[in-house]
């Protein structure tokens, strides 16, 4: 009988500490290098070249809780312009690099989620309710004081490689934008061979309502086959326009003086 009541009163200890890690915001870092093609700028001088930046990161949150979570920008996040002016050469150029607003909400009971994007103004509503299906290895690594686990699976996306490192210390299947579906919170996230990454760099453990954790209404209702169409589609405008390959677009333009 000693043995049976000490067994409950251990489990009792346990169990509050344990249920406090499902619910929280962990903030994350998104970070994807620029494709530009530095030999189609040879002619540019090389201080203007070494403005280009190679890549672009913004800040993300995402609030979880055992039923649903949401992933969105950061209220901190800007535009990150740069400007640049060459009095010998008459070249003027400056570039633009705005993160668009958006929201990924995720509802774990019947494991179905909804995407809110902005694309030159306009925002759009995309629904999915797959679940990648994922590979769990033996591989662990320690992220953030967390022992985390390696899982990869196939983007049905692009069919892009996903590695992504999990931890059960945060026993809830949600993780950053449309990464989720493993055995715990994701904390890092590689693919497009490294050029595309997401790492966590803070974990809050606290009280989330779950009626606050809503899944956005604003925008026109596409599949995810549509929105790529659309995508694809806008970027073949803008390369026809302004060359380049549609995803990069950098402006020059002689000063009249």
Same mark, same amino acid.
């Given at each position: 009988?000693?043995?049976?009541?000490?067994?409950?009163?251990?489990?009792?200890?346990?169990?509050?500490?344990?249920?406090?890690?499902?619910?929280?915001?962990?903030?994350?870092?998104?970070?994807?290098?620029?494709?530009?093609?530095?030999?189609?700028?040879?002619?540019?001088?090389?201080? #203007?070249?070494?403005?280009?930046?190679?890549?672009?990161?913004?800040?993300?949150?995402?609030?979880?809780?055992?039923?649903?979570?949401?992933?969105?920008?950061?209220?901190?996040?800007?535009?990150?312009?740069?400007?640049?002016?060459?009095?010998?050469?008459?070249?003027?150029?400056?570039?633009?690099?705005? &993160?668009?607003?958006?929201?990924?909400?995720?509802?774990?009971?019947?494991?179905?989620?909804?995407?809110?994007?902005?694309?030159?103004? =306009?925002?759009?509503?995309?629904?999915?309710?797959?679940?990648? =299906?994922?590979?769990?290895?033996? *591989?662990?690594?320690?992220?953030?004081?967390?022992?985390?686990?390696?899982?990869?699976?196939?983007?049905?996306?692009?069919?892009?490689?996903?590695?992504?490192?999990?931890?059960?210390?945060?026993?809830?299947?949600?993780?950053?934008?449309?990464?989720?579906?493993?055995?715990?919170?994701?904390?890092?996230?590689?693919?497009?061979?490294?050029?595309?990454?997401?790492?966590?760099?803070?974990?809050?453990?606290?009280?989330?309502?779950? =009626?606050? +954790?809503?899944?956005?209404?604003?925008?026109?209702? &596409?599949?995810?086959?549509?929105?790529?169409? +659309?995508?694809?589609?806008?970027?073949? *405008? #803008?390369?026809?326009?302004?060359?380049?390959?549609?995803?990069? +677009?950098?402006?020059?333009?002689?000063?009249?003086?």
């Amino acid at each position: 009988m000693k043995s049976l009541f000490a067994s409950v009163l251990l489990l009792l200890l346990i169990s509050p500490a344990f249920s406090q890690n499902t619910e929280g915001t962990i903030y994350y870092t998104e970070t994807i290098q620029l494709d530009i093609n530095l030999e189609e700028l040879k002619n540019l001088p090389e201080e #203007m070249k070494a403005q280009i930046p190679t890549e672009q990161s913004s800040q993300n949150v995402l609030t979880f809780h055992p039923e649903a979570s949401l992933y969105t920008n950061s209220p901190e996040e800007t535009e990150q312009d740069i400007s640049y002016q060459d009095g010998d050469s008459d070249i003027d150029f400056e570039i633009k690099m705005e &993160v668009p607003e958006s929201a990924y909400f995720y509802n774990i009971k019947n494991r179905s989620s909804i995407e809110s994007r902005e694309l030159f103004g =306009k925002k759009f509503l995309i629904g999915e309710t797959k679940p990648e =299906k994922w590979k769990i290895t033996k *591989e662990t690594k320690e992220i953030l004081g967390y022992t985390c686990t390696k899982a990869t699976t196939t983007s049905s996306e692009d069919g892009e490689t996903v590695e992504a490192w999990f931890t059960n210390a945060i026993p809830v299947e949600v993780g950053p934008s449309s990464f989720h579906g493993l055995p715990g919170a994701i904390l890092s996230v590689r693919m497009k061979d490294g050029t595309y990454k997401i790492d966590a760099t803070k974990v809050e453990f606290k009280k989330v309502d779950r =009626k606050e +954790i809503v899944a956005p209404k604003k925008g026109k209702k &596409v599949t995810a086959a549509q929105f790529k169409e +659309i995508v694809e589609q806008k970027q073949k *405008e #803008m390369a026809d326009e302004y060359g380049g390959d549609g995803n990069i +677009i950098i402006q020059t333009e002689t000063i009249e003086r």
